[in-house]
């Protein structure tokens, strides 16, 4: 059975880097044609797609985002973490990672994570 | 253009099909799927690759890609279908997951 898991800060001050983690179990990372991706949902607001990392270490980004994000593996620990740089309440939402299926779909979530940015 | 346009919201009667649109630029020659959130919880996927299952989605819930436009039709509309429904595809030419803007749909 595939489950991921975020963990993390629930709340982080303006221009501090957030540091978000998935635990995930049921597969293997390094398998071929896994990827993890991470998903942010602000309240009451539609899904955003921010980063994407495969089997390979190969490593997608939202261009809109890209200059603040960074995606990384721990294999060894069966981790995706997530960092980004210079939050601002915007960013203020709901962070989910992701097991990427084939088609680029995304067939389980994690339960996701609240972030607030509030000083 | 790599944007995906749905209807904000979308009204069915119960037992009746209700079908959410996705229109974004050459969609067909994407892969497109979908997604079911209701409040509080996760999405969950119910159609990829167009118009596939996952396991434990019931069949009343089909997909289709064609032109510049993607479409989830429920059939015989259940209370529980109501919630909130994107679609997600990928967009080769900038390497980037795209997402609709969501579809609520009610069941009244």
């Known amino acids: 059975q595939i489950t991921l898991k975020e963990s993390g800060p629930t709340l982080v001050k303006p221009t501090q880097t957030l540091t978000l983690t998935c635990t995930v179990s049921g597969f293997s990372l390094t398998t071929g044609a896994v990827g993890v991706g991470w998903i942010r949902q602000p309240p009451g607001k539609a899904l955003e797609w921010l980063a994407l990392i495969y089997w390979d270490d190969d490593k997608r980004y939202s261009p809109s985002l890209k200059s603040r994000l960074t995606i990384t593996q721990d294999t060894s620990k069966n981790q995706v973490v997530l960092t980004m740089t210079n939050m601002d309440p915007v960013d203020t939402a709901t962070y989910y990672c992701?097991?990427?299926?084939?088609?680029?779909?995304?067939?389980?979530w994690g339960q996701g994570t609240m972030v607030t940015v509030s000083s | 253009s790599s944007e995906l346009t749905q209807p904000p919201s979308v009204s069915v009667s119960p037992g009746q099909t209700a079908s959410i649109t996705c229109s974004g630029d050459?969609?067909?020659?994407?892969?497109a799927c979908w997604y079911q959130q209701k409040p509080g919880q996760s999405p969950v996927l119910v159609i990829y690759?167009?118009?596939k299952r996952p396991s434990g989605i019931p069949e009343r819930f089909s997909g289709s890609n064609s032109g510049n436009t993607a479409t989830l039709t429920i059939s015989g509309t259940q209370a529980l279908d109501e919630a909130d429904y994107y679609c997600?595809?990928?967009?080769?030419?900038?390497?980037?997951?795209?997402f609709g803007g969501g579809t609520k749909l009610t069941v009244l």
């Open positions: 050459k969609l067909g020659d994407k892969y």
């Open positions: 992701a097991h990427r299926l084939t088609g680029d779909a995304f067939d389980i």
């Open positions: 690759q167009d118009n």
């Open positions: 997600q595809a990928w967009d080769s030419s900038t390497a980037k997951v795209i």
